[in-house]
């Protein structure tokens, strides 16, 4: 059974920095597309950032530069770094795998909120 665990979310000021885990169990982080998702209230879910197999990395052009994905094969966990956060930002963070580099798999994790605000 695949479960994915997010951490991490929390309130932040505009400028500031948070780091989401996501670990993953069930699945092996290095042997799989794994990617973070966003959805703010009344908007669809949208990917954030993805990391391939192979380690190539894509980001939403939105995020690209401040946010870096990342993953840690002895912990089997995956990160989003997010620096100089903005108050679009703000939305619930899930952790997806089972995919691949161009589509979302079907494992999902509960979400973590993310709050940009002053």
């Known amino acids: 059974q695949v479960q994915l665990v997010e951490s991490g979310g929390g309130l932040v000021q505009p400028g500031g920095s948070l780091r989401l885990s996501c670990a993953a169990s069930g699945i092996i982080v290095s042997r799989s597309a794994m990617g973070w998702y966003r959805q703010a209230p009344g908007k669809q879910r949208d990917l954030v950032a993805i990391?391939?197999?192979?380690?190539?990395?894509n980001y939403a052009a939105s995020v690209k530069g401040r946010f870096t994905i990342s993953r840690e094969n002895a912990k089997n966990t995956v990160y989003l770094q997010m620096n100089s956060l903005l108050p679009e930002d703000t939305a619930v963070y899930y952790c997806n795998a089972g995919g691949t580099y161009y589509t979302a798999g079907i494992y999902w994790g509960q979400g973590t909120q993310v709050t940009v605000s002053s």
């Open positions: 990391i391939a197999i192979n380690g190539i990395t």
